[in-house]
């Protein structure tokens, strides 16, 4: 699969003709094309692929066909972008820019104000039906422009406490912050914790990749310039500053608790550290504490501590 992914995405510098080329994959077989994909990533060629359907969302099928590692397989790979998107509208913005960018020069583009090499994109996908109503709502108070922008640059705040007043009557806030499938966990969790007096914040990460680089590309122009006073604002923009930040997240759960040190605010993270179990996805979410009731009091615990 990632052999015939590799020749066709260097059809531009094999036989001068650009090609899209697209492919899927079911996500937890990733690691057995692992050498394959590496070798496809380092020779420069440019593809998507999708992983799907992905993590413990797949309980019902058996506890070995689940994927745990493989959002940091997508992280550390150079020159591939992860994209763990879980609406529909924003996969569909984050799969017309990916295809943009194999289209675009060889050397890379611009992303906002920072360079993206071309590369290859990973989206890590479910099957699971979610109803897209947040989504919409997030729409409808940005605006599409504003809010395909946030999408693109790897992350945005899906639920805004603040408009419900909670930021205002100096509740305790705190960032939760996921990825993918178990997105309608964390918004139930960020109504629970309403009800007990704190404004939940809830950040959708479409892509690791992206926040990650802007925070390593700040170091690096912090390094260059001898100064550090100006390092975390790289990834300020849709967290709520200085407040603690508990990630959840259908996979390993430090795949995304490098997200405190980066904002420098204490963190907290969930996720699936064992081998799967075979069950109800509502059942095996509780057994991983991603679950709406676990994920408030991970929340609370993060504030207390």
């Known amino acids: 699969f990632f052999t015939l992914l590799v020749q066709l995405g260097l059809a531009w510098d094999l036989s001068d003709q650009p090609l899209l080329p697209i492919g899927t994959v079911y996500d937890p077989f990733v690691l057995r094309g692992l050498d394959a994909l590496i070798h496809a990533v380092y020779s420069g060629s440019r593809f998507v692929f999708a992983g799907t359907p992905s993590g413990i969302t797949l309980a019902p099928e058996g506890g070995a066909h689940q994927s745990t590692i493989t959002p940091s397989v997508g992280l550390e790979l150079p020159n591939l972008v992860i994209i763990e998107p879980v609406f529909a509208r924003a996969t569909e913005w984050l799969l017309c820019d990916a295809l943009g960018r194999i289209a675009s020069d060889p050397s890379g583009q611009r992303l906002g104000s920072e360079f993206e090499p071309s590369g290859s994109y990973y989206f890590r996908l479910s099957t699971r039906a979610v109803d897209q109503a947040p989504f919409e709502a997030a729409r409808k108070r940005l605006g599409d422009r504003q809010l395909r922008e946030q999408v693109l640059s790897g992350a945005y705040r899906l639920v805004d406490a603040s408009e419900d007043g909670e930021a205002g009557q100096r509740r305790p806030e705190i960032n939760l912050v996921a990825s993918g499938a178990v997105m309608p966990e964390v918004i139930a969790a960020s109504v629970l914790l309403r009800q007990e007096g704190v404004a939940a914040h809830v950040i959708d990460v479409t ?90 009091t991970a929340a609370l615990v993060a504030l207390t501590g």
């Open 207 to 296: 892509s690791q990749s992206r926040l990650s680089a802007a925070w390593s590309n700040s170091i690096r122009r912090a390094v260059r310039a001898s100064s550090v006073r100006d390092r975390p604002g790289a990834l300020h923009a849709p967290f709520a500053a200085g407040k603690p930040i508990l990630t959840v997240h259908d996979a390993a759960s430090h795949s995304m608790a490098w997200l405190g040190s980066a904002l420098g605010v204490p963190g907290m993270s969930l996720g699936v550290d064992t081998f799967g179990q075979s069950g109800t996805v509502a059942d095996v979410y509780r057994h991983h504490m991603l679950d709406a009731e676990s994920i408030t």
